[in-house]
Protein backbone atom coordinates (compact mmCIF):
# COMPACT_ATOMS: atom_id res chain seq x y z
CA UNK A 1 0.00 0.00 0.00
CA UNK A 2 1.29 3.75 -1.06
CA UNK A 3 1.77 5.89 2.24
CA UNK A 4 -0.75 8.51 1.81
CA UNK A 5 1.12 11.64 1.45
CA UNK A 6 -0.56 13.28 4.89
CA UNK A 7 0.92 10.53 6.57
CA UNK A 8 4.36 10.86 5.06
CA UNK A 9 4.17 14.56 6.05
CA UNK A 10 3.27 13.77 10.16
CA UNK A 11 5.89 11.40 9.65
CA UNK A 12 8.77 13.91 8.78
CA UNK A 13 7.40 16.52 11.28
CA UNK A 14 7.39 14.04 13.86
CA UNK A 15 10.86 12.84 13.02
CA UNK A 16 12.32 16.77 12.75
CA UNK A 17 10.15 17.61 16.22
CA UNK A 18 11.81 14.77 17.68
CA UNK A 19 15.18 16.04 16.77
CA UNK A 20 14.47 19.89 17.63
CA UNK A 21 13.19 18.73 21.05
CA UNK A 22 16.59 16.85 21.54
CA UNK A 23 18.77 19.52 20.02
CA UNK A 24 16.72 22.00 22.63
CA UNK A 25 17.20 20.21 25.50
CA UNK A 26 20.84 19.48 25.17
CA UNK A 27 20.99 23.30 24.59
CA UNK A 28 19.13 23.77 28.08
CA UNK A 29 21.16 21.04 30.06
CA UNK A 30 24.31 22.79 28.76
CA UNK A 31 23.20 26.09 30.21
CA UNK A 32 21.67 24.87 33.47
CA UNK A 33 22.87 21.50 34.52
CA UNK A 34 26.30 20.33 33.08
CA UNK A 35 28.52 20.17 35.74
CA UNK A 36 30.18 23.60 35.86
CA UNK A 37 27.15 25.97 33.93
CA UNK A 38 26.63 29.10 35.62
CA UNK A 39 23.88 29.16 38.06
CA UNK A 40 21.08 30.97 36.13
CA UNK A 41 20.24 33.87 38.68
CA UNK A 42 17.17 35.05 37.26
CA UNK A 43 15.52 31.66 37.97
CA UNK A 44 14.57 30.46 41.47
CA UNK A 45 15.15 26.99 42.54
CA UNK A 46 11.37 25.96 41.38
CA UNK A 47 11.76 27.60 38.44
CA UNK A 48 15.01 25.66 38.08
CA UNK A 49 13.73 22.14 39.45
CA UNK A 50 10.44 22.40 37.37
CA UNK A 51 12.62 22.94 34.10
CA UNK A 52 14.73 19.79 34.88
CA UNK A 53 11.42 17.67 35.07
CA UNK A 54 10.16 18.94 31.80
CA UNK A 55 13.72 17.55 30.72
CA UNK A 56 13.43 14.41 31.55
CA UNK A 57 9.52 14.45 30.66
CA UNK A 58 10.04 15.28 26.98
CA UNK A 59 13.58 13.26 26.97
CA UNK A 60 11.89 10.16 27.70
CA UNK A 61 8.53 10.54 26.57
CA UNK A 62 7.99 12.66 23.98
CA UNK A 63 11.28 12.41 21.72
CA UNK A 64 10.40 8.68 22.16
CA UNK A 65 7.30 8.84 21.39
CA UNK A 66 8.00 10.85 18.12
CA UNK A 67 10.42 8.59 16.84
CA UNK A 68 8.00 5.76 17.10
CA UNK A 69 5.65 7.58 15.82
CA UNK A 70 7.38 8.64 12.95
CA UNK A 71 8.89 5.16 12.03
CA UNK A 72 5.34 3.44 12.51
CA UNK A 73 3.85 5.81 10.44
CA UNK A 74 6.27 5.68 7.64
CA UNK A 75 6.20 1.86 8.13
CA UNK A 76 2.13 2.17 8.05
CA UNK A 77 1.83 0.12 11.27
CA UNK A 78 -0.80 0.40 13.99
CA UNK A 79 1.71 1.30 16.45
CA UNK A 80 2.95 3.94 14.69
CA UNK A 81 -0.69 5.49 14.44
CA UNK A 82 -1.18 5.02 18.07
CA UNK A 83 2.22 6.72 18.82
CA UNK A 84 1.41 9.81 16.85
CA UNK A 85 -1.99 10.60 18.26
CA UNK A 86 -0.30 10.16 21.90
CA UNK A 87 2.73 12.63 20.58
CA UNK A 88 0.13 15.11 19.04
CA UNK A 89 -1.98 15.12 22.71
CA UNK A 90 1.47 15.63 24.56
CA UNK A 91 1.88 18.76 22.48
CA UNK A 92 -1.64 19.70 23.24
CA UNK A 93 -1.08 19.01 27.21
CA UNK A 94 2.86 20.52 27.35
CA UNK A 95 2.30 23.44 25.55
CA UNK A 96 -0.68 24.42 27.73
CA UNK A 97 1.29 24.10 30.41
CA UNK A 98 4.10 26.36 29.05
CA UNK A 99 1.44 28.73 27.75
CA UNK A 100 -0.45 29.26 31.16
CA UNK A 101 3.16 29.65 32.75
CA UNK A 102 4.45 32.48 30.36
CA UNK A 103 0.95 34.25 30.76
CA UNK A 104 1.20 34.30 34.62
CA UNK A 105 5.12 35.42 34.32
CA UNK A 106 3.36 38.01 31.41
CA UNK A 107 6.85 35.97 29.58
CA UNK A 108 7.02 34.34 26.00
CA UNK A 109 9.65 31.90 26.46
CA UNK A 110 11.79 30.47 23.73
CA UNK A 111 10.36 27.10 24.33
CA UNK A 112 6.86 28.70 23.40
CA UNK A 113 8.26 30.37 20.62
CA UNK A 114 9.93 27.55 19.21
CA UNK A 115 7.52 24.78 19.83
CA UNK A 116 4.27 26.65 19.35
CA UNK A 117 3.78 26.02 15.52
CA UNK A 118 3.72 21.86 16.53
CA UNK A 119 0.20 22.37 18.31
CA UNK A 120 -1.37 23.71 15.36
CA UNK A 121 0.36 21.27 13.70
CA UNK A 122 -1.22 18.35 15.99
CA UNK A 123 -4.43 20.03 15.91
CA UNK A 124 -4.69 18.79 12.19
CA UNK A 125 -2.77 15.52 12.25
CA UNK A 126 -5.24 14.12 14.93
CA UNK A 127 -8.01 14.89 12.60
CA UNK A 128 -5.81 14.20 9.60
CA UNK A 129 -4.90 11.02 11.46
CA UNK A 130 -8.38 9.82 12.66
CA UNK A 131 -9.81 9.97 9.37
CA UNK A 132 -7.03 8.17 8.06
CA UNK A 133 -7.24 5.17 11.27
CA UNK A 134 -8.91 2.57 8.80
CA UNK A 135 -5.34 2.56 6.87
CA UNK A 136 -4.03 1.00 9.76
CA UNK A 137 -6.81 -0.53 12.22
CA UNK A 138 -9.54 -2.74 10.38
CA UNK A 139 -12.54 -4.93 11.22
CA UNK A 140 -14.18 -6.31 14.36
CA UNK A 141 -11.48 -8.72 14.82
CA UNK A 142 -10.55 -9.62 18.37
CA UNK A 143 -6.85 -9.22 17.58
CA UNK A 144 -7.93 -5.57 16.84
CA UNK A 145 -10.19 -4.61 19.58
CA UNK A 146 -6.89 -6.00 21.89
CA UNK A 147 -4.97 -3.90 20.58
CA UNK A 148 -2.76 -7.18 18.97
CA UNK A 149 -3.35 -6.15 15.66
CA UNK A 150 -0.77 -4.89 12.67
CA UNK A 151 -1.98 -5.83 9.15
CA UNK A 152 1.69 -5.37 7.81
Not at 51 to 63: E, P, R
Not at 88 to 113: F, K
Amino acid sequence: MKRPRGITVIAVVDAFAAMLTIAFWVLVYARLFAPGAASPGEMDAGSVSATFGFMVGDLVWAALTLVVGAVGLWRMRAWGWLAAQMVNILWLYSMTVIWCRDARLGLVSPGAVLFSPFVLFSVWAILYLWRAKSLFWWGDSPARTSGLADRR
